[in-house]
């Protein structure tokens, strides 16, 4: 089993920034992706940006695209979320996920991941 938690979250200011963080314990996957997804209230969960475990390829969003960086410490084995020019359509509950498949035609698709973080909330203000 694989447990991801999620931290970081908090309010901060329209155009400011903030890191979430997930650590992954447990059962360790050496392969597959790992993605970052957030859900506003009243909206389905979306996809954010996903890092394969293997190469390091990222893939975002476009509406994160140059705003937010994905990335990872494996000695930690953690994974980051940087969001610069944070904006108040940003605001989500922030959740990270794994799946020990690294299918590039799926990163996008909920279903696609085994395993789900708690949820970190992210709130911009106006």
């Known amino acids: 089993q694989v447990q991801l938690v999620e931290s970081g979250g908090g309010l901060v200011q329209a155009g400011g920034s903030l890191r979430v963080s997930c650590a992954v314990s447990?059962?360790?996957?050496?392969?597959?992706?790992m993605a970052w997804f957030r859900q506003a209230p009243g909206k389905e969960r979306e996809f954010v940006s996903a890092i394969f475990r293997s190469g390091g390829h990222i893939y975002y969003a476009d509406s994160v695209k140059g705003r937010f960086t994905m990335s990872r410490d494996n000695a930690k084995n953690t994974v980051y979320l940087q969001m610069n020019s944070l904006k108040p359509e940003d605001t989500a509950v922030y959740y990270c996920?794994?799946?020990?498949?690294?299918?590039?035609?799926?990163?996008?698709?909920?279903?696609?991941?085994?395993?789900w973080g708690q949820g970190t909330q992210v709130t911009v203000s106006s």
């Open positions: 447990g059962r360790t996957v050496s392969g597959g992706v």
């Open positions: 996920a794994a799946s020990p498949r690294g299918i590039l035609s799926t990163i996008r698709a909920i279903g696609a991941y085994d395993y």
